[in-house]
């Protein structure tokens, strides 16, 4: 008794493959990731048209799906996050239909509230047995935690995992369990290791970072939230890393005991944890090896789905307890809106990830970044894209200033009295076209490329066809 | 931000308790459990009237649960096994309607596929945090394994938690995870822990068990299935413990490594990995402290919900991998049909479990039981209640024989070659009724008090009411 099918091709056939068909990917395996290139190499191959693919998120790596695109195997494309080439062509206008943006809670919760359903996911795994159990924490492509692709698993209509290294049966602690898998596929090599995870991720040394980063350690701190059971929330970029050394010295300074800290973790979490700062982590998503490894080895780094990660759709979910986030932007507006989806240009460059999970989520959401980036000023009257409600967003910090949201009118009294250079954001901008002038407002005027849905489902935004420079 | 209710009576009003509805329990608490019975208090107390209660299993202790079908309170019952004085009640007819018996894959699977919908599922957790992520692992009424609980947490309308231990947010290592919850209730004590494993079990001492211990190890070594890989469920009797005995001596004498066992886990199966005879336990139920030790303890251990365990409704699971399994029987009929429902009288005394589970789907099923048992032979023409289909069943060991299933030629010839001492059923049966006579066929004939299913949903027996003796 085996799910192993020879081919990946073999899998598609036997698991329905058809025109028109909503098949999906995870990301997990990032700019390194082989399997989606393989699956549509094999789909084009069977001479299938009109595919939708939803895939968590799309890197440099996936250019091929351009031509897949351009000889109408793929006709549909739902993101969370993209890119590279793909996200450049998307934006000049390859596809007739727009794209589908969701946050990675929104995009669980839509499989989780049956709005979003995938006629086959495929789900690249880094060890697997031939049953379908599997896991992103072995083998020479290993990964990490599976987190986004446990929602394909359990909602797909067919699933097939796709690995290259089988292990006997039963694999365990598996990530994805064989009851929810149909066939599973052993290929040469789903990844390139070496672009997998980015790497050893580095505490910024930009003067301008490292004085944002301060000024966000100092509003954490003077926040209230800074308190024994704190979590916490923050990225990889270089900035991010150097508000956690910061927040790291503050828990030591104060004896704090945190509870959990979440998201996409790097070995710098990880040591807060093994320094008993956090008592878990709770991993959707490695950003390095040093997370791959405590993953496997150290029981209070927890990996959980998507589900649990953000998904309004369940009965709660653990961004709803984070006490603060802290989160980048490419635009801010004046009602605190926050881009993360298309530069100054226009183009798309991202997306939301988890961005408006947390935002909504947190206690507190911290916005840091530089005022201005290659002469452009960080605030804008209006967003080109809003892909996080101000509503939601607390405080922004640059390295000029603290803005914080109106509707949060005790932190400001806070921040203030603990003597931070608290500002409107009304003065930050201006500080900024002072020193650049006033940005020509750039809007998209073609026709729509993407829709942006908020994690809710609710429509929050448009991105419009760009003219090519 | 939490889910915590003061009361259960006040979390069953807050899910919305009324008239009709089904409310599920598990039984991972046995014979210590004091949830059902304080919800069924609270539901009383409340005079909700016509409740089905779902219980994956009922004991002893359960025995209020006779007072509120009096009073109405509950007038529909589902079981998977039950025991102790609600199975004399009901035998006896207690309930206007039959009860439902389903066996553990069997609930878990008409869960999973929609045809059993459970409107609040109480799940009694050793340890919880106020969100609801829950496991049986920890606290001072530990059970270990939650794997019955699963499905009723994925899949009831709404979710109540009742536990006596609350731990900071986010539990580690949770078994049942906060999006599937809606409310936690904190009692002073769910079960009395000296009641809720079994201790620790034996092996058997008496000569006959001995004797059957014996010839099924001979006839498990000599089915060919005992090699590397090999895969086993045995239960925690006595005569079961001395198979698992002697089953390790010969996987000890032969070098073998086997992958997994399974089912209710016994300190002996943990015995048996930790001397690398197995590399994984899959344990859906914990028997005894050393495996909720060991399932806390050893990575190898690992925790199953009942749907992985054995659930037809799923793409595989499990039992369908299993080599061989060990079972028992309280009849056995000239078509291998199995009883485990009733007792020579009609009387219910347990139910399927994961009997037909396993039979059906391990590779060869072994039934062990005594010839005679209080002078009532275990052989029968016809079974008074058909729990597990003969043809699921491959060969019956008693001390005075072995009776191949005449469906598994080749499993005979095996046995014949081995030097072992095969005869048919009917041999055996004759031999059994020199000895003590043949039994009066006694059968309800009073009306129906409990309709047998399947796993896979179909209809497989009734049982009739018994004349009170």
Known sequence: MTKRVETIGQAAVLAGLRDGMRISFHHHLRNGDYVLNRVMEAAASLG??????????????????????????????????????????????????????????????????????VDIAFIAAPCADEMGNCSGKYGPSACGS???????????????????????????????????????????RIGDASRIVSGTTRITRDP?????????????????????????????????????KDVREAMIRGHIKGSFCMGGITEYLVRMMEEGLFSTILDVQCFDMGAVKSLRENPGHQEISASRYASPAMKSCAADHLDVVVLGATQ???GFNVNVHTDSNGYIIGGSGGHCDTAAGAKMTV?????????????????????????????LITQCGIAVNPNNPDLRERLLRAGLPVT???????????????????????????????????RMDEIHMVQRC
């Open 332 to 334: 801010i507006d004046l």
């Open 208 to 244: 301008v970072g490292l004085k944002i980063a301060r000024l966000a350690a100092q509003v954490i701190i003077h926040s209230g939230h800074l308190k024994d059971g704190f979590s916490f929330q923050t990225g990889a970029g270089g900035i991010s890393l150097a508000v956690a």
């Open 48 to 117: 299938i048209k009109n595919l939708t693919v939803n895939a968590s998120s799309l890197f440099d790596i996936h250019e091929p799906l351009i031509g897949h695109i351009r000889n109408r195997t793929v006709t549909g494309l739902e993101v969370n996050y993209m890119t590279g080439p793909v996200a450049r062509a998307v934006s000049e206008g390859i596809l007739d239909q727009p794209v589908i943006f969701r946050s990675h809670g929104g995009r669980a919760g839509d499989m989780d509230n049956g709005t979003l359903n």
């Open 424 to 458: 409107s954001i009304e003065k930050l901008k201006e500080t900024a076209e002072e020193m650049c002038g006033k940005p020509k407002l750039i809007r998209g005027e073609g026709r729509v490329v993407a829709e942006v849905l908020y994690r809710d489902g609710s």
């Open 146 to 188: 599976l987190g986004y692709a446990c929602s394909d698993a359990v909602h797909a209509k067919k699933v097939v995992v796709i690995t290259d290294h089988l292990v006997p049966y039963p694999l365990q602690d598996a990530s994805i369990q064989e009851g929810f898998v149909d066939y599973v596929v052993c290929i040469d």
């Open 367 to 395: 916005i840091v970044a530089p005022l201005i980036r290659a002469r452009i000023p960080l605030i804008v009257e209006n967003v080109l894209c809003r892909s996080t409600p101000g509503h939601t967003v607390d405080v």
